[in-house]
């Protein structure tokens, strides 16, 4: 009886264990953030797509776009595509989506994630750009029960959200590391539709 208990004990921490986070890995930290001279907080990539016309890339994107980010588990209702010009190569979504840093049985923690995702597109390649990132902390994490708004620049930039040593601020540090994770998941899932050089 008692071995059972210990391992129903064991099983339940599992999951925990396997999401653990590694708050100071290197692409999290210094120069992960920063902001432009117009003191904008923009993500930016440029992908080549060896042999392939603008509009075979734009057509691969508008549907990864269309399928996977907009119709994505974690988006919402309010998401669309607010510019779509095959002849230009101009693909531009606005987007609301909950950022989860915690999700089980027990316990959801998260934030409503808003974000322009914009992709400029020409024979041979395009650009991405994951810009005007907005967070609306979800009314019942806050201690006044009051929606807390905060933008990409006053919350996670290299300059709000690292300490002088160089580590996360520890207030900000879960907003700044799954936002890039974030990042990291659209631009791969950009580059794979797209069938991107990586």
Same mark, same amino acid.
């Given at each position: 009886m008692k071995l059972k208990r210990i391992?129903? @004990?064991?099983a339940?921490?599992?999951p925990l264990l396997a999401v653990a986070q590694d708050w100071n890995a290197p692409k999290y930290l210094k120069g992960a953030c920063p902001l432009n001279e117009q003191?904008?907080?923009?993500?930016?990539?440029?992908?080549?797509?060896?042999?392939k016309s603008r509009v075979e890339i734009y057509q691969a994107l508008k549907q990864y776009v269309e399928t996977s980010v907009l119709k994505g588990e974690n988006a919402l209702?309010?998401?669309?595509?607010?510019? @779509?010009?095959? @002849?230009d190569g101009l693909l531009a979504a606005r987007m609301e989506e909950?950022?989860? #840093?915690?999700?089980?049985? *027990?316990?959801?923690h998260r934030t409503r994630f808003f974000y322009e995702l914009v992709y400029d597109i020409h024979d041979g390649g395009f650009s991405v750009e994951m810009r005007?990132?907005?967070?609306?902390?979800?009314?019942?994490?806050?201690?006044?029960?009051?929606?807390?708004?905060?933008? @990409?620049?006053? *919350?996670?930039?290299?300059k709000e959200a690292l300490k002088k040593n160089g580590s996360l601020?520890?207030?900000?540090?879960?907003?700044?590391? #799954?936002?890039? %994770?974030?990042? %990291?998941?659209?631009f791969a899932g950009s580059a794979q539709a797209a069938g991107a050089k990586q």
């Open positions: 391992l129903l @004990a064991l339940l921490c599992l003191g904008a907080l923009i993500f930016h990539a440029d992908y080549d797509v060896p042999g209702k309010q998401c669309h595509i607010v510019e @779509a010009d095959e @002849a909950y950022l989860y #840093f915690k999700k089980n049985n *027990w316990v959801t005007r990132m907005i967070y609306l902390y979800e009314e019942q994490e806050t201690p006044n029960g009051e929606p807390q708004r905060y933008t @990409a620049e006053e *919350w996670i930039s290299d601020v520890r207030k900000t540090r879960k907003f700044r590391v #799954f936002t890039i %994770d974030r990042r %990291d998941e659209l």
